[in-house]
């Protein structure tokens, strides 16, 4: 919300020599959020110039010019000085007034202006356009001062004219928090400075709706309050005021002050009609619409929409409707749709030049419906802004008034007298309040007589009844509900700064639970192998799954779908991690790192199929405990995941050689590294999981075999639907399975002084046959005194024979008591070996 210091002082009486930076500060004592300073980007000698004569000069690039003769002001002698301006605008003539930036001046951007030798003449200076100065986007002329309704003596200062010096500049711009709705205006913003100031709003503020209005007529324009479909109870419309003047200039120029003030508030200046509507709604918070009364065809109906019913908004676009949409209708029986009701207007009933009577609407819509609408039409508006956050209720026949009025003053029309009121707006609850409850909430003292006093100084109305303050909040509060709303309020007109800063005293705890430390050590011991921890979002396409070759039966296709996801590209919650991993390599690949190590800990979504719906819950009392039973059983497992990805060299190139690219023993290394940081071992054996390489797929499993990931290279169509490059690996891993595998403590073996014994054995077995299972039966032959096992070298060739593979393993042995000798070790050797040739048919090769 942008705020002008003089329209705002035209509401509440400034404190004296007040600048926008105190504004600010004032504003934020009281809760409000700044969000910027507001100020003219114009400096140095901008004054009112007087065109006395010009050339019209053709150029060689077809462009015609004009060699002006300007009179910007009288010497200290009384002597005329006219100055010479290139101009190439044709917008003027002879004795117009034109606003000129004389040598010494800056414009918005930083444009200095001197004086410059251009199309054969010394220009000294340059006459302005609009979009120059920063008051709006028209280039197409100059600014000629008779066509803006302005007069000004030659010499004077432009800058005050227009607005663009000074305090006239000035001004605050504020986030509006969605609990403060009626700061959504320049009266509440007034109201809150009163506040600010200390000082009593009775005596500072200038309620800009404390106007007479006239009552309603039997005479005034037919509406109908038709919602037969109230959301949670509540009317779309509570109250419809209803205005008509008649004979408006429809082609009538809003008045210079009235543009500057809309675009100083960041509105642009359409016609006068649409722009009283928006001064109106700045001024107050009250949203209107005028309507081109001889579009209208009888009485107007405000219902809900129709199955199948469209409408063609202002914008153009032709929106299919929804059965929760409130709609402004006329016609027989309300049959033509002619506006979203506090969202935008139809195209049809739509003002224009040619209007020439105007009927003004001020209603109160109900916020729910009006955010809903807009949020389904993705069609966020000043209207629906305001609407959405609450409209004061009793503010609708004060605002057309004062829309009539300007009409009338500057479109040369005339109020009709019919004038429309329906509707029955509800009394504000009243909130009983403990007395002593600010002071037990805040922690600091209040009196009763304090809080009575700030009370009434919002406007609420104070009843004392015992031990309890009986308090209605003003119509334009309608975020005051219960009585810590109250509190809230006491706390920050009386000062936050009164609140003592006291660090509350931290409670003993058991400190991390044992997950919480499994998720630590497994984070660091990726980061210290050289892996980069990144945070993806958990949403993606329903094409990801497609792009991942994930077969048409997989569960993982099975997600759940978000009703209002972030952006609609992507609705479902990930089911692995590796879903979105792959986003944030992309993006790092795109931005010039070749080489790549990322590793993500999260969360991944899996829906059972025969889950309960969840219950919609309200949001008026605390849920019963069998609803939030039923809500919690209706949650789907979220179980954290590991995953990491690596592209490009694992190894980099330098002084020592050309490195080494990163291959799926990398990913396969990586996920047992998880594993061994929690304590558990893995069984590797090759498997065929999408999005793997079916070659190149190792399946990671526990002990008792149940499967915990995958690891590998990706799959060639994988990795080019995903832009990644050829070769990446990667690698996802279930961390719950493994932290709860780990639950049991780890026995610390004692340090072995004694030697080590060492021998290699290479085995032939058949091609099909997993090295993991030839290891683990040469683990379990070697028995207790095997320390170590390792496979070095897979050789296949003819020296072995067709479908035939020779595995060479390094053993490693070493007794707790004693230096094994040579006949120890070729003893465990050998039962290693038999043992594997029992299993798996190995030949110990020669």
Not at 137 to 146: A, E, F, M, R
Not at 629 to 638: D, N, S
Request: proline share 7%; net charge negative.
């Amino acid at each position: 919300m942008r705020v002008p210091l003089p329209w705002l002082g035209e509401y509440v009486d400034l404190l004296e020599g007040a600048t926008a930076e105190q504004v600010a500060a004032d504003l934020v004592r009281v809760g409000l959020e700044e969000e910027g300073l507001l100020g003219s980007d114009v400096t140095g000698p901008l004054v009112v110039g007087r065109v006395l004569a010009f050339d019209d000069e053709p150029q060689k690039n077809g462009k015609t010019i004009r060699w002006c003769q300007v009179d910007v002001g009288r010497r200290a002698d009384g002597a005329v000085d006219p100055q010479g301006i290139v101009c190439g605008a044709r917008n003027f003539a002879v004795d117009d007034l034109v606003v000129v930036a004389l040598p010494g001046s800056v414009l918005p951007g930083g444009f200095a202006i001197s004086a410059r030798k251009t199309y054969g003449h010394v220009s000294d200076g340059m006459i302005c356009s609009a979009k120059e100065l920063g008051l709006g986007d028209d280039h197409t002329g100059i600014i000629v001062l008779s066509e803006w309704g302005l007069e000004a003596a030659t010499g004077a200062d432009a800058k005050e004219l227009l607005g663009l010096g000074g305090q006239d500049a000035a001004g605050v711009e504020l986030n509006i928090t969605p609990d403060r709705g009626y700061c959504f205006s320049v009266r509440g913003i007034a109201r809150e400075y009163a506040h600010a100031t200390r000082r009593p709003v009775a005596e500072v503020f200038h309620d800009p709706a404390a106007i007479p209005t006239p009552e309603a007529t039997d005479d005034g324009y037919p509406v109908v309050l038709a919602d037969e479909a109230p959301i949670n109870g509540v009317a779309g419309c509570e109250r419809f005021v209803a205005r008509i003047v008649r004979g408006v200039d429809g082609k009538a120029q809003s008045p210079f002050w009235m543009r500057r003030r809309l675009q100083q508030a960041g509105m642009r200046s359409i016609s006068l009609v649409v722009d009283v509507t928006n001064y109106v709604m700045l001024g107050l918070g009250q949203p209107l619409h005028a309507y081109d009364l001889g579009t209208l065809d009888g009485a107007i109906t405000v219902r809900r929409a129709r199955p199948g019913e469209r409408l063609v908004t202002l914008d153009g676009v032709e929106r299919k409707l929804d059965p929760e949409d409130l709609l402004i209708t006329d016609g027989a029986n309300g049959d033509r749709a002619i506006g979203m009701a506090g969202v935008m207007g139809g195209g049809e009933t739509e003002v224009s030049d040619a209007t020439t009577d105007v009927l003004i609407e001020a209603a109160w819509f109900d916020p729910v419906t009006v955010a809903r609408t807009a949020r389904r039409h993705k069609l966020p508006s000043e209207a629906s802004r305001r609407f959405e956050r609450g409209v004061d209720p009793q503010l609708q026949a004060a605002a057309a008034e004062l829309a009539v009025r300007l009409l009338v003053e500057h479109g040369g029309g005339t109020a009709g007298p019919e004038v429309t009121d329906v509707g029955d707006v509800p009394e504000p609850q009243t909130i009983a309040m403990p007395r002593d409850l600010p002071s037990r909430l805040v922690g600091v003292e209040y009196s009763d007589d304090r809080v009575e006093e700030i009370l009434h100084e919002i406007g609420c109305d104070v009843t004392v009844s015992d031990d309890r303050l009986l308090v209605t909040p003003p119509s334009w509060r309608p975020d005051l509900g219960v009585g810590a709303d109250l509190v809230e309020e006491v706390a920050r007109i009386d000062g936050y700064d009164r609140i003592p800063s006291v660090l509350p005293v931290a409670p003993p705890g058991a400190g991390l639970t044992h997950g919480q430390r499994a998720r630590r050590r497994v984070s660091d011991v990726l980061a210290d192998n050289g892996l980069v921890e990144v945070l993806s979002y958990p949403f993606v396409s329903p094409g990801r799954f497609d792009e991942l070759q994930l077969p048409a039966d997989d569960p993982r296709r099975h997600a759940v779908r978000l009703a209002n996801p972030l952006s609609d590209e992507q609705p479902l919650m990930r089911t692995a991690v590796l879903e979105t991993l792959v986003d944030v390599a992309r993006r790092n690949l795109g931005r010039g790192f070749a080489d790549l190590a990322l590793f993500e800990v999260g969360l991944v979504t899996l829906p059972e199929p025969d889950a309960p719906a969840a219950p919609i819950l309200g949001v008026d009392a605390r849920p019963e405990d069998d609803e939030l039973k039923r809500l919690l059983e209706a949650v789907p497992p979220q179980p954290v995941h590991v995953a990491g990805l690596f592209a490009g060299r694992r190894v980099p190139a330098g002084w020592w050689g050309s490195g080494r690219a990163a291959d799926h023993t990398d990913a396969i290394d990586a996920a047992k590294q998880v594993a061994e940081a929690l304590g558990v071992s893995l069984t590797v054996t090759a498997d065929d999981q999408a999005p793997w390489h079916p070659g190149r797929c190792a399946r990671l499993a526990l002990p008792d075999g149940t499967t915990v990931g995958h690891a590998g290279e990706l799959h060639p169509a994988v990795l080019t639907a995903l832009e990644l490059p050829p070769r990446a690996v990667a690698f996802e891993v279930d961390l719950d399975l493994l932290i709860a595998a780990s639950g049991s403590p780890v026995r610390a073996e004692p340090v072995v002084t004694y030697p080590v014994a060492k021998e290699d054995v290479a085995l032939v077995v058949d091609a099909d046959v997993p090295a993991a299972d030839v290891e683990q039966a040469l683990r379990d032959g070697a028995g207790e005194l095997l320390e170590a096992i390792r496979l070095f070298d897979v050789y296949t060739g003819e020296q072995i024979g067709e479908g035939r593979k020779s595995l060479a393993f390094a053993l490693r042995m070493r007794a707790p008591d004693r230096t094994l000798t040579a006949a120890d070790a070729n003893a465990v050797r050998d039962a290693a070996v038999a043992e594997a040739a029992r299993r798996t048919g190995a030949e110990l090769r020669a």
